[in-house]
């Protein structure tokens, strides 16, 4: 059974950073893109960045491009979200997805249950 | 970027009832198309993607359809654990991108 499960959340201050993790199981890691989806609080669902499996090609949204770094390591089989410069509107739960696929057409078949991150002074 | 659109917004349904969720792309995604449901306090859940095929352990009566810019999502007979927020999402383009949703609840 694949279980994703995230870590790394809580209350930050505007301009602060953060890093988010995410602890897979159940499926070869280094095999799928993953993928970090969030969601502000009474609001719809926004894709934040997505990185490959072997080559780890990284994709951002523009509302986070020059401000977070998605990684991964194969060896420890973990997830990355590191979060600098934060801002309020980046207050939102983070969900860890693996990703399905080829050729960068990716959906997402396993959601991990999500980290609260809180940016407020 | 492609946008996503949904509607409605909300469906008020009762158990037994068939719906129909639309999506519509802003320009042709080739198919690349998700559907996922999502139970307040819980992640997303996937439903369809490639439009049209059913994800694991999804029952035959939730169906996907539709081509190049519109797209459909049919429960042939709503039951109570259907209920929930459904979003679209394409894959074919960078940004990824989500419809704003569609609250399905009971009436």
């Known amino acids: 059974e694949v279980q994703l499960l995230e870590s790394g959340g809580g209350l930050v201050r505007p301009g602060g950073s953060l890093r988010l993790s995410c602890s897979p199981s159940?499926?070869?890691?280094?095999?799928?893109?993953m993928s970090w989806v969030r969601q502000a609080p009474g609001k719809g669902l926004e894709w934040v960045s997505t990185i490959s499996g072997i080559q780890t090609t990284t994709y951002y949204a523009d509302s986070v491009k020059g401000r977070f770094t998605i990684s991964r390591d194969n060896i420890r089989h973990t997830l990355y979200l590191h979060m600098d410069s934060l801002r309020n509107e980046d207050t939102a739960i983070y969900y860890c997805?693996?990703?399905?696929?080829?050729?960068?057409?990716?959906?997402?078949?396993?959601w991990g249950q999500g980290t609260l991150v809180t940016v407020s002074s | 970027e492609i946008v996503m659109t949904q509607s409605p917004a909300t469906l008020s349904v009762s158990p037994g009832e068939r719906v129909t969720l639309s999506c519509r792309a802003s320009?042709?995604?080739?198919?690349?198309l998700a559907w996922y449901r999502q139970k307040p306090g819980q992640a997303p859940r996937l439903l369809i993607y490639?439009?049209?095929t059913r994800a694991t352990g999804i029952p035959a009566r939730v169906s996907g359809s539709g081509s190049g810019t519109e797209f459909t999502l049919t429960i042939s007979s709503l039951q109570s654990e259907d209920f929930g927020v459904y979003y679209c999402?394409?894959?074919?383009?960078?940004?990824?991108?989500f419809g704003q949703g569609t609250k399905v609840e009971i009436k």
């Open positions: 159940g499926f070869s890691f280094s095999d799928f893109a």
């Open positions: 320009e042709t995604i080739n198919n690349f």
């Open positions: 490639g439009a049209s």
């Open positions: 999402q394409q894959y074919n383009g960078w940004p990824r991108t």
């Open positions: 997805a693996k990703g399905q696929g080829f050729s960068s057409t990716w959906y997402w078949d396993s």
